[in-house]
């Protein structure tokens, strides 16, 4: 007997745009429908908001205003859903009680790629942290299940209260990231590539110097998409990101970085710049922050470095040896195939969807 079709109401934080709304929801909507999940989507944000944004650094009241109407009328119209599958939360800065309330009686899912959570518990208004400093765990609390990006995210729905938590990476899609070709020609110059958006773009400051060292001892060229920066001394070349040409991008670079701060915030993120690097078959370099630390494998698929002559170490052994390159570019095109892509992730996600939807079912392990 065929399941019956789950209606699920997916409260995402932004539209296409955003790239955790676009990653964590609606690349997964197609293997959701094959397993028999309708999902209806309704961003807080849309893209015409968060252009706004992007353009001049808010939303405007008037927009958040529409914005936040919208998302009212959805959470409204709950009764038609079998679930709720929440990103992050659905009224941000809003009182916990009135999205309690709107939630009502339908089970809902959280899913966490950040340690937003942090915006509040470490707000520099100490009024803030007052009022709001646990609003996010009393939202875990009452989930049916917590859906997180990594450990961090994970300890922190435990120490909430919640009782069913489930790794979920944030993945990419192998149709898109097709098999690496090997054989292609050598370019003019080597590139390192960083991959990016213009609020994250700071952390390449983390690598001015590192990158002023190696520049003065080999030719190298640092590709930034999505991003503009400024480092003197450093050869750097910038490629507007889009969704269409990002993996092609990429893909004609040598070695891909992530440079972090050790902070709590950097400690919540999911490392999907070195999954997106690993698929397009680079070797990587990260600094040994939060999940970086478990997706590089060191000296497998990558290094991870946290002085700068780490950096400039590993990055002159890289540049310099294209054997290696291939060999640590392969074992993490395999690692992504394994575990960190759609076809893996989304048969599972689907499983756990309709599992928190089932009143009385433990989720974890589905």
């Not at 955003?18 to 929801?25: D, H, T």
């Not at 709107?102 to 959570?117: C, E, N, Q, R, W």
């Not at 392969?330 to 960190?340: K, N």
Request: aromatic fraction near 8%; charged fraction near 20%.
């Amino acid at each position: 007997m065929s399941q019956r079709r789950l209606q699920v109401l997916a409260l995402m934080r932004y539209g296409a745009l955003g790239a955790s709304s676009r990653l964590r929801f609606l690349q997964y909507l197609p293997a959701l429908d094959e397993g028999g999940i309708e999902v209806t989507v309704q961003p807080l944000f849309d893209d015409v908001a968060l252009s706004r944004r992007y353009a001049q650094g808010r939303y405007g009241l008037a927009v958040a205003l529409r914005c936040f109407g919208e998302r009212i009328l959805a959470l409204l119209q709950r009764k038609h859903f079998d679930l709720l599958w929440v990103e992050k939360e659905a009224l941000p800065w809003w009182p916990l009680w009135l999205e309690r309330a709107l939630f009502g009686d339908v089970p809902f899912v959280l899913d966490y790629d950040d340690a937003v959570f942090h915006n509040y518990d470490r707000h520099r208004l100490g009024v803030v942290r007052r009022v709001y400093g646990r609003r996010l765990d009393g939202l875990m609390a009452r989930s049916r299940l917590v859906l997180v990006g990594n450990p961090y995210l994970a300890g922190r729905a435990k120490a909430a209260g919640a009782r069913n938590i489930e790794p979920l990476p944030t993945v990419i899609d192998l149709q898109r990231y097709p098999a690496p070709d090997w054989g292609r020609s050598p370019c003019d110059v080597l590139r390192v590539v960083w991959i990016g958006s213009p609020s994250t773009a700071h952390y390449l400051n983390l690598l001015h110097v590192p990158l002023q060292q190696l520049a003065a001892q080999q030719p190298f060229v640092l590709r930034v998409i999505g991003a503009h920066v400024d480092l003197p001394g450093v050869p750097v070349e910038h490629v507007a990101w889009t969704e269409d040409t990002e993996v092609a991008n990429i893909a004609a670079c040598d070695v891909g970085v992530m440079p972090l701060l050790d902070s709590p915030w950097e400690r919540g993120k999911c490392g999907y710049k070195l999954i997106q690097y690993m698929a397009c078959g680079l070797p990587v370099v990260a600094s040994p922050v939060g999940v970086n630390a478990n997706i590089v494998n060191e000296g497998v698929n990558g290094f991870l470095a946290g002085a700068p002559q780490g950096w400039v170490a590993a990055l002159q052994t890289l540049l310099a040896d294209a054997a290696l390159r291939k060999r640590l570019g392969l074992a993490g095109r395999e690692r992504v195939e394994q575990e960190y892509c759609l076809q893996v992730t989304g048969p599972r996600l689907a499983g756990l969807l309709r599992c928190a939807a089932e009143e009385g079912r433990v989720c974890v392990g589905s």
